[in-house]
């Protein structure tokens, strides 16, 4: 099994810019992809925001974000980091990274392991 475990969220103007992190622990060794997805409140479905490929660092960005957020990967340290710039409202929600060891995916159903989250609130 792989833990996964979020840090670095906040409260930020609209415009800001936030880093989240997410430590991996555990069988990383298996580890394929990563990626980030977000929750907003109320709302029973988890989107998709960015994936990366472990071994070769290659990125899937959702449409919303492209341009905006920077997701990246540090292997030596089992982390994934996900740079969010020109934060808008509608970023507001709960971020959640994940793992998945067969491919780089977009669908939640894909991703094994989650992490609880960490809260993103962006106000105008």
Not at 16 to 21: C, D, E, K, M
Not at 27 to 38: D, G, L, P
Not at 97 to 117: I, L
């Amino acid at each position: 099994q792989v833990q996964v475990a979020e840090s670095g969220g906040g409260l930020v103007q609209a415009g800001g810019s936030l880093r989240l992190s997410c430590a991996a622990s555990g069988r990383t060794a298996n580890m394929y992809a990563m990626a980030w997805f977000r929750q907003v409140p109320g709302r029973n479905l988890r989107d998709f925001v960015a994936a990366i490929k472990w071994g070769t660092g290659n990125i899937v960005y959702a449409n919303s974000v492209k341009g905006r957020f920077t997701i990246s990967r540090d292997p030596a340290k089992n982390m994934l980091y996900l740079q969010m710039d020109a934060l808008k409202p509608e970023d507001t929600a709960v971020y959640h990274c994940a793992e998945d060891s067969v491919s780089v995916r977009t669908s939640v159903a894909a991703y094994d392991y989650w992490g609880q989250g960490t809260q993103v609130t962006v106000y105008p």
